[in-house]
Structures are given as structure tokens and as C-alpha cells.
């Protein structure tokens, strides 16, 4: 028999980690390896489990998809990740893939579409949900770089912006980052002027806008 696909999902809602369980172990071929609640738990387990492809959530506390999309891909470059998302907008689907995601896919989709992009990713493939619309795809394929509003900062940056918006002060954020907080003042201040912030507030749109956290936290 061939050997299963191995799985690692990151979501931080318990309902829907075990509907894709569910999903995922009844598919021929898929084995679902171990669970994350967020992308700091997802990075731990992944030196031990050994996933070959890894489902995000985009949006999570502490380290969001995009955030852990970055550190995964640095850190294994084998492993193959796909983002789930509820969000089908040009900069959401551009973001993931400009920072090496395998596959996009909608968490409407119906299970049928999950377990093949996770096959086609597997193959060394790549998917995006169908119901992305064309449009998003071309915008992807044309934009230039510079013009993602996430590329003015640096993987760190995007998790302090996380952390400032879930409403860490700074030495809790140096703590959890484990930096110095004079780091992580200096962090914020750049993240701000690049942005052209001038208070939490605006960190705190700016991250709903652009997917690191969710409004309702």
C-alpha cells in the first residue's frame, strides 16, 4: 500500500480542527497527524511529526498564517502548505502566495476540494479554490511587489502588529518573542513609520484589514 499523505492542521477553533479530521481520515490515502491551535503551536510539532503538508488558518492568535506561512517555509522547504481562508480577495490570495504557499483554499469548499489540494500539493502541484475568481489570479500574476501593503514588513514586524492588535503591551510581546523590549520598541516604532501609523488604533485596523487578526477579538 502507499504510503499516506501526513497531515497537520492549525486552527485555533476546536469544531472546525475535528470536521477536518473527520474529513481528512476518511479520505484514502491522508492521515491526519497531529492538530495546532495557532502557528507557534504548528511550527513546535512539525520537527516531530513530520508532516508533508501543513493546513492554515489565516487568521490565528499569537502567530497567524501568514506569519507562520513565512517561518515554515524558511525553516522546511520541503514542506508544502496550503492556507485556509474565508477571505477570496486579491491581496489575501497574493499575500500567501508571494510568501510560498502551495495552495489557497476557501473554507466553504466541499470536502471533495480539500482532499484534492491536498493531493495535488502532495505531488508537488499547486491549487487555488476555483471559486477564487479570475480576476484575483490575473491581479497576482501582474502586481509588482512592492505594491502588497504586507511587504513593507519584516516577518517580525508582522507578528508584533499581531501582538499589538490582540493587545499585548511591550514587555509582554518581548517575553512572548523572547527579545529585549528595547528590540521590540525599536520594532514598533519602524512598523509604524512604515506604515505611516500614529497609534494603536490605526495598528489595530490595519491588522483586522489585512487578515492578522480577526475583528471580533
Given at each position: 500500500?502507499?504510503?499516506?499523505?501526513?497531515?497537520?492542521?492549525?486552527?485555533?477553533?476546536?469544531?472546525?480542527?475535528?470536521?477536518?479530521?473527520?474529513?481528512?481520515?476518511?479520505?484514502?490515502?491522508?492521515?491526519?497527524?497531529?492538530?495546532?491551535?495557532?502557528?507557534?503551536?504548528?511550527?513546535?510539532?512539525?520537527?516531530?511529526?513530520?508532516?508533508?503538508?501543513?493546513?492554515?488558518?489565516?487568521?490565528?492568535?499569537?502567530?497567524?498564517?501568514?506569519?507562520?506561512?513565512?517561518?515554515?517555509?524558511?525553516?522546511?522547504?520541503g514542506l508544502k502548505?496550503?492556507?485556509?481562508?474565508?477571505?477570496?480577495?486579491?491581496?489575501?490570495?497574493?499575500?500567501?502566495?508571494?510568501?510560498?504557499?502551495?495552495?489557497?483554499?476557501?473554507?466553504?469548499?466541499?470536502?471533495?476540494?480539500?482532499?484534492?489540494?491536498?493531493?495535488?500539493?502532495?505531488?508537488?502541484?499547486?491549487?487555488?479554490?476555483?471559486?477564487?475568481?479570475?480576476?484575483?489570479?490575473?491581479?497576482?500574476?501582474?502586481?509588482?511587489?512592492?505594491?502588497?501593503?504586507?511587504?513593507?514588513?519584516?516577518?517580525?514586524?508582522?507578528?508584533?502588529?499581531?501582538?499589538?492588535?490582540?493587545?499585548?503591551?511591550?514587555?509582554?510581546?518581548?517575553?512572548?518573542?523572547?527579545?529585549?523590549?528595547?528590540?521590540?520598541?525599536?520594532?514598533?516604532?519602524?512598523?509604524?513609520a512604515r506604515l505611516?501609523?500614529?497609534?494603536?488604533?490605526?495598528?489595530?485596523r490595519f491588522a483586522?484589514?489585512?487578515?492578522?487578526?480577526?475583528?471580533?477579538?
Amino acid at each position: 500500500m502507499a504510503v499516506p499523505i501526513r497531515v497537520l492542521i492549525a486552527d485555533d477553533h476546536a469544531l472546525v480542527r475535528a470536521g477536518i479530521r473527520r474529513l481528512i481520515d476518511g479520505a484514502a490515502g491522508l492521515e491526519v497527524v497531529g492538530e495546532a491551535a495557532d502557528g507557534t503551536e504548528a511550527l513546535s510539532l512539525i520537527p516531530d511529526l513530520d508532516p508533508d503538508v501543513v493546513l492554515l488558518d489565516i487568521t490565528m492568535p499569537r502567530l497567524n498564517g501568514l506569519s507562520a506561512l513565512t517561518r515554515l517555509v524558511a525553516e522546511h522547504p520541503g514542506l508544502k502548505v496550503i492556507i485556509l481562508s474565508m477571505h477570496d480577495n486579491e491581496e489575501y490570495v497574493w499575500q500567501a502566495l508571494h510568501s510560498g504557499a502551495a495552495g489557497y483554499v476557501l473554507k466553504d469548499a466541499s470536502p471533495e476540494e480539500l482532499v484534492l489540494a491536498i493531493q495535488a500539493v502532495a505531488r508537488g502541484g499547486s491549487y487555488l479554490s476555483p471559486s477564487v475568481s479570475r480576476h484575483v489570479v490575473s491581479g497576482y500574476v501582474k502586481r509588482p511587489p512592492e505594491n502588497a501593503v504586507l511587504d513593507r514588513l519584516t516577518p517580525r514586524q508582522m507578528e508584533i502588529v499581531q501582538l499589538i492588535a490582540e493587545g499585548h503591551t511591550n514587555q509582554e510581546i518581548a517575553g512572548l518573542l523572547s527579545l529585549s523590549v528595547k528590540t521590540v520598541e525599536t520594532h514598533r516604532g519602524q512598523l509604524m513609520a512604515r506604515l505611516e501609523l500614529h497609534d494603536v488604533a490605526g495598528v489595530v485596523r490595519f491588522a483586522v484589514r489585512s487578515g492578522l487578526v480577526r475583528a471580533d477579538r
